[in-house]
């Protein structure tokens, strides 16, 4: 079982600040089996970024994706009120899907 | 438009039997995979299985395995998740999200379910 850790575990950032957003798996894990959802409050997740580093059909180039093996980061270049939320990542192999703990974004 | 909608919130108690729904729309169900979500309050993400439809073909954790049985009806094109003997432990939300490849691209809107004697 591939196990993620995220960090940190809180940012708090201003508008229009750049947020980088860590995720580890315990082992080498291939990109293609790595993603990110959003969660904003009292809302269901959405993905963000798939494969690592693709972005999912609607969401702004604000959002990126990057990272390798075992290390990969999710980067919220100019931060927009509306991106307040906790931030998941997510692995899907060996038969199994495992999230991390997740990452919650305040916004200053 | 492609979207997942989910039953409303329950209550109910321990021991209590429980069904909870998921309709696609706007897509072949058949052709995706549905996983199950939990999330306990204020906690994160964990996976409890997947089901394809086409065949009812399940992969489950092993953590919750016998805590939960996932069903389809494919000519209505929902998604079940059952229990057979809710615990406290239980109460949580869940959500259904539609499987492509190594990701889940669609969510229903969660299914609140609170088990209290």
């Known amino acids: 079982e591939v196990l993620l850790t995220q960090s940190p575990g809180t940012v708090s950032l201003s508008p229009g600040e750049r947020a980088t957003l860590s995720c580890r798996a315990s082992q080498r894990v291939s990109r293609s089996y790595l993603a990110w959802y959003q969660q904003k409050p009292g809302q269901a997740p959405r993905l963000l970024i798939y494969g690592a580093s693709s972005r999912a059909a609607g969401i702004p180039d604000r959002f990126s994706g990057s990272g390798s093996e075992t290390d990969f980061t999710l980067t919220i270049s100019r931060l927009e009120p509306e991106d307040v939320g906790v931030y998941h990542c997510?692995?899907?192999?060996?038969?199994?899907?495992?999230f991390g703990p997740g990452t919650k974004l305040e916004i200053k | 438009e492609v979207q997942l909608v989910q039953s409303g919130a329950e209550v109910k108690k321990p021991g209590e039997s429980l069904r909870i729904s998921c309709q696609a729309s706007g897509y072949s169900f058949s052709s995706y995979y549905i996983g199950w979500v939990r999330q306990m309050p204020g906690q994160g993400l964990e996976w409890l299985g997947i089901i394809f439809p086409d065949d009812s073909e399940t992969k489950s954790n092993p953590s919750f395995q016998g805590r939960v049985v996932f069903s389809v009806d494919k000519s209505l094109s929902i998604a079940y998740l059952h229990w057979n003997n809710l615990e406290a432990s239980d109460s949580a939300t869940y959500y259904c999200?539609?499987?492509?490849?190594?990701?889940?691209?669609?969510w229903g809107q969660g299914t609140t379910v609170i088990v209290s004697s």
């Open positions: 999200a539609r499987s492509v490849t190594t990701s889940f691209d669609i």
């Open positions: 997510q692995h899907y192999g060996f038969s199994r899907v495992t």
